[in-house]
């Protein structure tokens, strides 16, 4: 299991993304889906501050310090730098958890920054990356990255044998260079991304919130076609994950699914539309 995923737009939105224990947005009952698997989550990382991506914290919060768990293992909260809504919510927060047996640290983002997540040979680390959704108001998109080796460019196309042969004579470095590779891209909740953030990702999960242009009443979230153009341009390499889908369309995936087999029946990446108010777990 890579993913868990809980999308139900103006209700509840969160991912827990298992590889590296991170918790993107924390939407109402996610401690109750989660169980136990809360007290492995070190990080979470909010993308911005509407009640269906943040409400779940005070229980969250509040399981880790008084469940069956490792209630001492540190939490530390990442968000939009300057964000008013989060900022009420941490208030709330520190009001009535006086008490945490562990660590709890809020630690604001701004766009462009990286927070490590593992050091060594590959390394991992999370890139932020801006995101337009309500006016007036910080959000944020999430790149997991890894870094790996591979070979140069001019090395790529000699035989195996003559490879072993330059990497016995020590040149292994002089022929290898470092590489960041895109494990997984979430936009939040958003307008269609820039595809070149999140380019080459293995796992786009992108906000695709109307399938019908026409019942967009304002700017602000992507269509699902919009959000399809986006893995396409990005070059998405493994799935794109359709998420926060309005619930007015809860009866009509299954016909989208098979319009999208007929109208792209080569797609180069799987595609999965989401459910609303379903877990949806992606292994």
């Not at 964000?83 to 709330?92: A, G, Q």
């Not at 809860?250 to 609303?276: A, G, S």
Request: hydrophobic share 35%.
């Amino acid at each position: 299991m890579r993913i868990i995923l809980f999308s139900k737009a103006l209700y509840a939105n969160w991912i827990y993304y298992s590889p590296d224990r991170l918790l993107f947005d924390a939407g109402e009952g996610v401690s109750s889906v989660l169980g136990n698997k809360a007290f492995a989550i070190e990080r979470v990382f909010l993308s911005h501050g509407h009640t269906d991506h943040i409400t779940g914290l005070i229980g969250f919060i509040n399981i880790r310090n008084s469940g069956m768990g490792d209630t001492e293992k540190p939490l530390y909260i990442y968000y939009p730098k300057g964000n008013w809504r989060i900022s009420e919510l941490m208030n709330y927060i520190h009001r009535t958890n006086r008490n945490l047996h562990y660590s709890l640290e809020w630690i604001p983002l701004d766009a462009g920054q990286r927070v490590s997540l593992f050091e060594g040979q590959n390394e991992r680390y999370l890139e932020t990356f801006p995101t337009v959704h309500s006016g007036g108001e910080t959000s944020l998109g999430f790149n997991v990255v890894e870094v790996r080796t591979r070979l140069k460019l001019d090395y790529r196309d000699l035989p195996q044998s003559e490879i072993v042969n330059l990497v016995r004579q020590g040149k292994k470095e002089e022929m290898s260079e470092r590489y960041p590779k895109k494990l997984f891209s979430y936009s939040g909740d958003s307008i269609p991304l820039d595809p070149t953030v999140v380019e080459g990702t293995d796992i786009l999960c992108h906000d695709s919130t109307f399938l019908v242009e026409e019942e967009r009443d304002a700017y602000k979230h992507a269509t699902f076609s919009e959000a399809l153009e986006v893995a396409l341009r990005a070059g998405v390499q493994e799935v794109f994950i359709a998420m926060h889908i309005s619930t007015r369309y809860k009866r009509d995936l299954e016909r989208v699914q098979e319009q999208l087999h007929k109208e792209h029946p080569k797609l180069p990446f799987k595609v999965i539309l989401v459910p609303p108010g379903r877990v949806f777990t992606y292994e």
